[in-house]
């Protein structure tokens, strides 16, 4: 006979079996390590940052746009958990971000933010029921977007001079900006292998990663061409080419930050002595509403700017109506 075989008197009870299970299982939800951390607003945020990326496949700004707006409510969370919240504290939320004086737009994109969030949070199995479904954006009013005039284009676009360190590769800058009507974000990653000066036109790369074709005109392929001649050579100087790729660089060879060129339009702006609000946003507004009065047909407008529905690109025909009513009314016997 075996000595080493344990026999039981009786066979062991089901219920202690159960109770010693639930017991290893409070154990392990009392563990310091990963679930604590989930536990709390940052420990979420980075996981959903890795999903979005990895999931989702969206482009960079975007990720980081929504991090921005779960980082503002990780400071009004102040600790808590956001699995535990329902309606009534989202709603609170709300009320947070309207007293920090926010825009309508701003908070409509934060609340579509944790939607985004708390759908995440279900697919995980943090939550059963989402809160955030029954949260309603702030009605907002489309507003018709600020552009340039014609004068007021040919004197930014003229506001860089010699004297100023990088005066062919800003006036390039703005150059292209106009000509294409591309984001901010679009010329700082433009790579200078998307660049076809002879053919007259840019590949430029959008929300989603998505490329499309946009002709240059003659003054941006000029300004482009002196940049590319006589500044951009000093920027890369001893580094490998290969290790700056994009067209538009900053003093050390690296890519141009969007927050760099947000700077140099603003400086620019100034010294043409034009509306402290312009922003890079305004010369492609410019670009689009430019296009339109000159006749041009509203889907190109749209395949240009890289929208993906019609509805957006719409928003430039309230420019050209509101202009329309001016004219009416300064020269019409009868307005």
Same mark, same amino acid.
């Given at each position: ?20 299970? !639930? ?56 600790? *808590? !958990?956001?699995?535990?919240? $329902? ?20 908070? !409509? ?23 955030? $479904? ?36 800003? *006036? ?26 002879? $053919? ?37 100087? !001893? ?15 690296h890519r141009l930050r969007r927050e760099a060129i947000w700077e140099l339009i603003k400086r620019y702006a100034q010294r043409a002595e034009i509306d402290s609000e312009v922003s890079p946003h305004t010369l492609r ?48 016997? *009868?307005?």
């Amino acid at each position: 006979m075996c000595h080493n075989r344990i026999e039981f008197d009786q066979p062991p009870r089901v219920d202690i079996l159960l109770m010693a299970i !639930s017991k290893l299982k409070k154990l392990k939800h009392s563990s310091p390590d990963v679930p604590r951390i989930l536990e709390t607003m940052g420990g979420w945020i980075e996981r959903y940052t890795v999903y979005l990326r990895s999931e989702c496949h969206l482009a960079e700004n975007t990720v980081q746009a929504y991090r921005r707006d779960l980082e503002h409510m990780k400071e009004w969370l102040d600790g *808590r !958990s956001p699995t535990k919240l $329902e309606i009534g504290d989202l709603t609170e939320f709300a009320a947070f971000l309207k007293g920090k004086r926010l825009a309508a737009t701003s908070i !409509s994109r934060h609340i579509v933010a944790i939607r985004m969030f708390y759908k995440f949070l279900q697919l995980e199995g943090a939550i059963a029921d989402n809160p955030a $479904e029954l949260l309603t954006t702030p009605k907002v009013w489309q507003r018709v977007p600020k552009v340039l005039t014609i004068a007021q284009v040919d004197r930014f676009l003229t506001a860089p001079q010699r004297y100023d360190q990088h005066c062919l590769r800003d *006036r390039a800058i703005l150059e292209l900006m106009y000509a294409t009507g591309c984001r901010v974000s679009e010329i700082s990653n433009l790579l200078l292998a998307n660049v076809h000066l002879s $053919e007259g036109y840019c590949l430029a790369e959008g929300k989603g990663s998505k490329q499309r074709m946009v002709p240059l005109g003659e003054r941006a392929i000029e300004a482009i061409e002196l940049y590319l001649n006589e500044a951009r050579p000093k920027l890369v100087s !001893s580094r490998e080419l290969a290790q700056s790729p994009w067209l538009i660089l900053s003093r050390s060879g690296h890519r141009l930050r969007r927050e760099a060129i947000w700077e140099l339009i603003k400086r620019y702006a100034q010294r043409a002595e034009i509306d402290s609000e312009v922003s890079p946003h305004t010369l492609r507004h410019s670009f689009a509403t430019h296009l339109l009065a000159g006749g041009a047909d509203l889907r190109l407008i749209q395949e240009m700017l890289g929208h993906a529905s019609i509805q957006t690109t719409q928003i430039y025909t309230q420019v050209e109506n509101s202009k329309l009513k001016k004219v009416h009314n300064q020269y019409h016997p *009868r307005a």
